[in-house]
């Protein structure tokens, strides 16, 4: 027998082997083009000659039809717009817009307290500082200064003695002792023997030194006198 | 609150070696974090992974719902997609492992459900009644030969267990290769050819009572 003979004979020995439960296995594969070419071969040729399974066949390509011509569900119409919501919802409570969020959330129950406590501590400052600002007027002559800044204060009769020349304006800087080391006539008398006069009186008068917290320091002072009269 | 963002490099592009060019780029914007690539992507996949859920769960709400957490999973795990596979079959893989678990969940806790298909429809979003259908559209008794051929179907896929019911939707109605579907499920390509061929023929079964009174040769 020759090798075409042989090959023949073999080809159809497996053919008579392929059975409509063999064939029918294969269907479904068959319409996806999944199968060898040698099982394909092998199912068209018994479909050719067996009714049944060509029937069964037949039913599987009506069924893909079918399966073709159902209409999809309709999709919802806010289902894109709610999907995109969602998802940026879930995009911002990421890992750092989270803590962010707990951080807030943690801190929100305190705002009112701590806002309340900050201007309540504003307040009693600001009376407090108001109380020292009243006790200025009220320090006497021997009270060490605890507040911020005292002026210098003319000693004994000197205001009376500079009262006494008139309308007078002078500009004298005083030490930290309370003694006169500068001074300008800023306006006043034009003698210049009451200049002299005048010069005189500021150097040997005594003045209460400025104050920093209790401590002297120098200072300047503008003593004026307008429309005094004796 | 401030988005942050990251920004794309080449890196990004060289990541996803199977992909086509414009996934690629669309998986590094994904990845960059960027609002449009996200918006991009559930408008190309929202309707197919909605379509596939309700034919899987058979209600529509609990379909818009996977819909929603598929890509918010997505947006999770965008730097875990390899791009071994396309990202349409990696967002079935993510919307099947979420419907494979709900309909385990229901069927553990015995939830029986009476399923109206006009209530469907109104929930679908049609907002109206079932057969008041606009002049311009199809006429009632279209419409109601729709709805009887989408209701035999829907039965006939729901007699189905749910591993034959998952790859016959992937295979005639979304048309995921055996590769793609295997990819999908977790199974090897000779069990989705077994699967398919049995889902196949149950679903014939169950639909020759319809299609004979339609005249098909079935």
């Not at chain 1, 020292?132 to 320090?139: E, H, I």
């Not at chain 1, 605890?146 to 000693?155: G, H, I, K, V, W």
Request: charged residues 25%; glycine residues 8%.
């Amino acid at each position: 027998m020759t090798a075409l003979g042989m090959a023949v004979r073999k080809a159809l020995g497996r053919l008579e082997d392929f059975d409509c439960r063999q064939a029918q296995e294969r269907m479904s594969a068959f319409l996806d083009s999944m199968t060898s070419d040698e099982e394909s071969g092998l199912l068209r040729a018994h479909v050719a000659c067996c009714l049944p399974c060509q029937r069964q066949l037949q039913g599987y390509v009506s069924l893909r039809r079918f399966i073709a011509s159902v209409q999809m569900p309709d999709v919802p119409k806010a289902l894109d717009l709610e999907t995109r919501i969602r998802l940026s919802h879930a995009r911002t409570t990421d890992f750092i817009g989270e803590l962010g969020l707990r951080i807030e959330n943690m801190l929100k129950p305190h705002t009112v307290p701590v806002v309340a406590g900050v201007l309540a501590t504003v307040m009693c400052f600001g009376f407090l500082l108001g109380s020292f600002g009243a006790s200025m007027g009220r320090l006497g002559p021997g009270d060490a200064a605890l507040f911020l800044y005292t002026q210098p204060r003319a000693r004994g009769p000197l205001i009376s003695q500079l009262a006494e020349l008139g309308d007078l304006t002078v500009d004298v800087n005083i030490d930290q002792k309370g003694k006169v080391y500068a001074g300008v006539i800023l306006n006043g008398p034009q003698d210049p023997e009451l200049h002299q006069w005048l010069r005189d009186v500021l150097l040997l008068g005594t003045f209460d030194p400025a104050m920093v917290y209790g401590h002297p320091v120098p200072s300047r002072l503008i003593l004026s006198f307008v429309g005094v009269k004796s | 609150m401030p988005m942050l963002y990251r920004e794309l490099s080449y890196s990004d592009l060289s990541r996803v070696d199977g992909a086509s060019h414009d996934e690629t780029l669309l998986v590094a914007r994904l990845r960059a974090g960027e609002n449009a690539a996200y918006d991009e992507l559930v408008r190309a996949h929202h309707a197919s992974i909605y379509h596939a859920a309700y034919r899987m769960l058979r209600n529509a709400a609990e379909a818009a719902d996977v819909t929603q957490d598929v890509f918010v999973k997505v947006f999770r795990h965008i730097e875990g997609f390899r791009g071994e596979a396309s990202l349409r079959t990696w967002l079935f893989r993510i919307a099947f492992s979420e419907i494979l678990n709900r309909v385990r969940w229901s069927r553990r806790h015995c939830l029986h459900r009476t399923i109206s298909i006009e209530g469907e429809a109104e929930k679908a979003g049609e907002g109206h009644a079932p057969l008041q259908v606009p002049d311009e559209g199809p006429s009632p008794e279209v419409e109601l030969e729709r709805r009887e051929t989408e209701e035999a179907f829907q039965d006939a896929l729901w007699k189905l267990s749910e591993e034959h019911r998952s790859v016959a939707i992937l295979r005639d109605i979304q048309g995921f290769s055996y590769a793609e579907i295997a990819e999908i499920l977790g199974i090897s390509m000779g069990t989705v050819k077994s699967r398919l061929a049995r889902a196949r023929s149950e679903l014939k079964r169950h639909l020759i009572p319809y299609l004979s009174v339609q005249g098909i040769d079935i």
